[in-house]
């Protein structure tokens, strides 16, 4: 069964940055497109960012495109968002997910994730 643990969120404040960390086991970072999604109280997760399985190819949300970076190491068998010039609102509770499919198509939903982790706290305070 495959696991991901999530840590590196905290509290910053704007314009800073933090590193998220999301380390699989029961797996191999290679065999899955990896997403980090966030969630805001009350409202759905939402997509932040996913690294393809097959083409190894990056995808953000509008909003987090050029500020955030999404990599993986294959040796420590990790995912990483690297998250710089912080926003208020990007103050969320971040998770890591793990598709398992072979679908070229990188699933922008939550729908397209079979694995999650816990969750981090990420507050960006103004």
């Known amino acids: 069964q495959v696991q991901l643990v999530e840590s590196g969120g905290g509290l910053v404040q704007a314009g800073g940055s933090l590193r998220l960390?999301?380390?699989?086991?029961?797996?191999?970072?290679?065999?899955?497109?990896?997403?980090?999604f966030r969630q805001y109280p009350g409202k759905?997760?939402?997509?932040?960012?996913?690294?393809?399985?097959?083409?190894?190819?990056?995808?953000?949300?509008d909003s987090t495109e050029g500020r955030f970076t999404i990599s993986r190491d294959?040796?420590?068998n990790t995912v990483y968002?690297?998250?710089?010039?912080?926003?208020?609102?990007?103050?969320?509770i971040y998770y890591c997910a793990a598709d398992r499919s072979s679908h070229p198509t990188v699933s922008r939903t939550r729908?397209?994730?079979?694995?999650?982790?816990?969750?981090?706290q990420v507050t960006a305070s103004s």
């Not at 999301?22 to 997403?35: A, E, F, H, I, R």
């Not at 968002?81 to 969320?92: C, G, I, R, V, Y």
């Not at 729908?111 to 981090?120: A, E, I, P």
């Open 21 to 36: 960390s999301c380390v699989v086991s029961g797996g191999t970072v290679s065999g899955y497109t990896l997403g980090w």
């Open 44 to 61: 759905e997760r939402e997509f932040v960012a996913a690294i393809s399985r097959i083409s190894s190819s990056t995808m953000y949300a």
């Open 74 to 76: 294959y040796g420590k």
């Open 81 to 92: 968002l690297q998250m710089n010039s912080l926003k208020p609102e990007d103050t969320a």
């Open 111 to 120: 729908h397209g994730y079979d694995y999650w982790g816990q969750g981090t």
